[in-house]
């Protein structure tokens, strides 16, 4: 008999006790590829730079039977808004290596959390599990149903990279706060649009 423990195991799990875990479908279809930058496209450069040009586009849609939702540890259920258009977090080409395709789930709700400054919530459990302090109040109240909660734009960036985190084999500490980092300074300008 093998008595050693499975690092692996163990490993998701410390990831679920410290930042939850997603369940739930959704759907992505291509719409488009926009600019990234149009004044660099202007000036001829796309024959060098290419697809660092342009970020592509797609339509998410929640699955009504099993939406996606991620679980935090303390009992507290997160929901993106049922439809919006996405750009799975406008990482640059030459950045594609810092982002897992797991990894998009957290995107799935930051980006809805940009466009209407808010998410949806439920707790209908509360756990004992770790909390996210940064939260509203209201977003970590006992509810049954899921309501929409407002949160500012620090509220959302911390949320992203927390969810990074909730993709075991997927985001280390270096990885999350470069994400974080990332979003809060070139975010601005999506928040304020």
Request: charged share 25%.
């Amino acid at each position: 008999m093998d008595d050693t423990l499975d690092i692996k195991v163990l490993d998701k799990a410390w990831y679920m006790a410290r930042f939850g875990y997603f369940t739930g479908k959704f759907s992505l279809t291509y719409l488009r590829s926009d600019p990234r930058w149009p004044h660099l496209m202007r000036w001829g450069l796309t024959r060098w730079l290419g697809r660092m040009l342009v970020v592509d586009i797609y339509e998410f849609r929640l699955d009504p039977d099993d939406p996606l939702t991620w679980h935090l540890p303390d009992g507290t259920e997160i929901q993106p808004d049922r439809h919006f258009e996405t750009d799975q977090g406008s990482v640059p080409h030459l950045l594609n290596w810092l982002i897992t395709r797991g990894q998009f789930r957290a995107f799935y709700l930051h980006d809805p959390s940009y466009i209407h400054h808010g998410l949806f919530f439920r707790r209908k459990h509360i756990l004992s599990g770790r909390s996210f302090d940064f939260l509203p109040v209201e977003a970590t109240a006992p509810c049954d149903t899921f309501r929409f909660v407002a949160l500012d734009r620090n509220q959302s960036d911390r949320l992203l990279g927390m969810g990074v985190g909730a993709v075991p084999d997927c985001g280390n500490a270096a990885q999350r706060e470069a994400i974080y980092d990332a979003v809060n300074l070139f975010g601005r300008r999506y928040w304020e649009t």
